[in-house]
C-alpha cells in the first residue's frame, strides 16, 4: 500500500537526505507531535535520549545562525556551546529560525536548511546505535545512526552539557 505523499518540507528533507546518499534516512509523518523530545519519543517509542533535537541559536556578536544537535534528555549548556563557538550565544526567535533554516521551530531538522549553518553535535548521541531527528515538521522525523549525523552535517561533536 502506498504511504501518503509528504507535506513539502518533509519532502525538502528527504530530497536532502537522498542527495546526500543517505538511504537510511526515511521521512515519515507520523499522526502525533514530535514537537519535543518527550512527545517525538512517545510518538516513535525510543527514549529520550534518543531524539535528536536541533535547536537554533544566533552568534551573539556576528549575529550567524548556530545549530546544536542535542540528545533529547539533555539541556543545552550555552557557555559551553559558546566556548567551542568563540562568540556568546544568544536566543534565536521563531523569526530567525525560519529566515535561516526555511524551517518552523519543533522541525528543525539537521540538514536541507535555506543556507549552511554552524554546527555542532552532542557527543552524547554517539552512545546509541540508532537516533530519530526531525524533519521538517513538527510531526515529521526520519531515523539515522550517529556517524550518519556527522558525516551528513558536517558538524563538530562537542559536550553540550
Do not use: Y
Not at 499522526?31 to 510518538?43: K, M, V
Not at 529520550?48 to 544566533?58: D, E, R, T, Y
Not at 548556530?66 to 550555552?78: E, K
Not at 525560519?98 to 539537521?110: H, L, Y
Request: glycine share 10%.
Amino acid at each position: 500500500m502506498p504511504s501518503a505523499p509528504l507535506s513539502r518540507s518533509a519532502q525538502r528533507v528527504q530530497d536532502a537526505l537522498t542527495a546526500l546518499g543517505f538511504s537510511m534516512g526515511q521521512v515519515v509523518e507520523l499522526p502525533a507531535t514530535t514537537r519535543t523530545a518527550a512527545e517525538a519519543a512517545a510518538a516513535i517509542g525510543c527514549t529520550v535520549a534518543q531524539i535528536a533535537k536541533s535547536l537554533v541559536f544566533k552568534g551573539a556578536q556576528s549575529g550567524a545562525p548556530v545549530l546544536v544537535i542535542a540528545s533529547g534528555a539533555n539541556h543545552v549548556d550555552t557557555p559551553l556551546v559558546a566556548g567551542a563557538l568563540g562568540e556568546p550565544l544568544a536566543k534565536a526567535d521563531a523569526d530567525f529560525v525560519r529566515a535561516q533554516t526555511g524551517f518552523v521551530i519543533g522541525g528543525v531538522p539537521p540538514v536541507g536548511h535555506d543556507r549552511p549553518l554552524r554546527t555542532f553535535i552532542d557527543q552524547d548521541l554517539r552512545q546509541f546505535d540508532v537516533i530519530w531527528a526531525a524533519a521538517g515538521t513538527p510531526n515529521a522525523v526520519f531515523r539515522l545512526t550517529p556517524v550518519d549525523l556527522e558525516r551528513m552535517t558536517g558538524g563538530e561533536v562537542i559536550r553540550v552539557t
